[in-house]
């Protein structure tokens, strides 16, 4: 009889009724059917054992009645059950011993790897507990000091008869001698889910009043959840979203089935059988989803309200003909909103791009300041007026001014007028006066008396030790000579980092402080706020410049901008790539602190935690970029908590000079 191609490689199994072994035949079936196993039924076998030996060698398999089957010691008419499974094996290794892998039969996970020996094999079969062969220690019976004991559901061969799987059920506390279930490490994905819920199931495993509490005592809320979910994924349309509310359907699915006895291999089984089945029904949808819901019907079977009469008489209509037209949309919402996800619900991919960092891409970035520092280097204070008149729209009469950085007297005299004495103190960038509040200045006394206080105490003295005779080993810490202190000005005034990078300079005891500061567009000058750190902290001298022409200047040096020997502070993208180009050249010779990136924070945060304290950290870093990242993780935040945070982080941002910034960045 002659098969189309189609036919032969749709066979998954032949079976062949024959006298004897004829292998010629076998192998003529085999290779007419490819993929499919080759069952043989032979009319005569004298010696059972040695049949199954050489149709495995074939790779085929022999037909036997069950009565042929025996749990004794094998006859000339009964062949042992043990014996029938080993009679396939080989082993490669000198000992005899097979490798096993054993398995959970619940969860299909990885358990340990062990071996197993005929004799191993026979006594499993024999008991139905795992049995193995220690190659130290002879027969080990798993389970038996321990009480870890397994119950073995299968027993099978690889595709080439040389390792086996044991698939089981282990009981607690596990397979590991860690006392945990796996050599392997956890269960993952569906199977710690099942276990998950079978434990909270467990008495005074779901707290009373918790939401999975009411998920296994209100089966009217599950159901509702159920239906709820999957409509949700029939609405979801990206990668993302479907695998997100999908996950969230396979919940509640399993909080149903685990509540009614069902676990996750009973539905398996479920799957196997019905991929056996050789007939299907067509597959359409059931009637009652078959056609569109009929208006006032909702997904979770309920009915919409109809509207009552009061609502008609204020324009709501039964008739759409007669339904007035729509009113104008609502304002845009102006409310600085956080962006809230809940860890335990995500997939190991989402949460991964959840927490992923703002990266910098340092190569593109490197390639656009190049021309930059290229320029400074060749063209030095010329270049930085330039690109100083180009980016800051300022034009210069010199790039550096130097001490004194403020009179505490007033500004007789000073670009001021000399027929009055003014009573604020004043800031000097260069001979222009420079008003600055006194409660600021007030402000940053207080600061800088606690960033020194800090910062002195983590002075040590030199460290000599003698380590044998006549051997004295030292540690002494050197100020590093000359430094440049880059401090951002582009789009806020950060006085704060000019403390931060200035009091440890001064501490150190450098000889030369010199800070880099983008000028105010307007009037060119450097902020008063920077120019009074600067006198607080003894600054040699300041640049006024900023992104890569500043780090440039300051690694290679100009006519008026002294070469530096270390660079510190943060800054863009640009400043950032200028510092990681300058640190790999050679001829520049200088060091830096470290190629930061974005603003980041992480505030921790209970229901105990101040919501303004918690909003004010947040937004700190939130206002220096649209690139910034700021995480708040919630424990244990009760919905009323994290609204009193949010609105917290509303009003503080909207106070902000830079609130647009900060609504895109609070929003990532």
Known sequence: MALSDKLRSLASGVLLKTQGIEKETISSVKKFFPGAEIYVFPENVDNAVQTIRELSQTGSKLVISSQSFTCQDSTSTRINVSD????????????????????????????????????SIRETIQTGRGVYQSRKHGLWR????????????????????????????????????????????????LAALEQTIISRLQPGGAPEGSYTHRLFNDSGLLGKKIR????????????????????????????????????????????????????????????????????????????????TAEQLTNGHSSNPAEAPTPAPAPAKDDRIRMRSVTLNGLSATERSKVLQRPVLKSDDMISKVRPIVDLVRKDGDKALKELTAKFDKVELDSVVIRPPFFSATSANGVNGDSSSSASTSYCLDGKTAVSIDPKVREAIDTAYANVKKFHAAQLTAPLSIETMPGVTCQRIAKPISRVGLYVPGGTAILPSTALMLGVPAQVAGCSEIVLATPPRRGDGTVSPEVLYVAHLVGA??????????????????????????KIFGPGNQWVTAAKMMVQNDSEANVAIDMPAGPSEVLVIADCESNPAFVAADLLSQAEHGTDSQVVLVGINLTQEALQRIEDAVDSQAHALPRVDIVRESIGK
Request: charged share 25%.
């Open 84 to 119: 029938a499974f080993i009679a396939s094996l080989v082993s490669d290794r000198p000992d005899g011993l097979f490798p096993t892998l054993i398995t959970s039969y619940t969860h299909n996970h990885s358990l340990g790897l062990v071996y197993s020996s005929s004799q």
């Open 142 to 189: 798993k389970g038996e000091t321990s009480g870890a004991t397994q119950e073995v559901v299968r027993i099978r061969a690889d595709c080439d008869n040389d390792t086996l799987e044991f698939s089981v059920v282990q009981s607690p506390p596990g397979f590991c001698h860690l006392n945990r279930e796996s050599c392997f490490g956890s269960l993952s994905g």
């Open 228 to 307: 709820e979910e999957a409509d949700e994924l029939v609405e979801a349309q990206t990668r993302e979203d479907i695998a997100f509310e999908a996950a969230d359907l396979i919940y509640f699915a399993m909080v149903k089935c685990i509540k009614n006895g069902v676990r996750l291999k009973d539905v398996e089984d479920v799957l196997d059988r019905k991929a056996c089945k050789v007939t299907r029904r067509k597959g359409d949808a059931k009637p009652q989803y078959d056609n569109p819901l009929p208006n006032g019907v909702l997904m979770n079977g309920t009915t919409q309200p109809s509207p």
């Open 540 to 565: 040699t001298g300041i640049v006024k410049a900023g992104g890569a022409q500043a780090i440039a200047a300051l690694a290679y040096g100009t006519h008026a901008v002294g070469k530096v020997d």
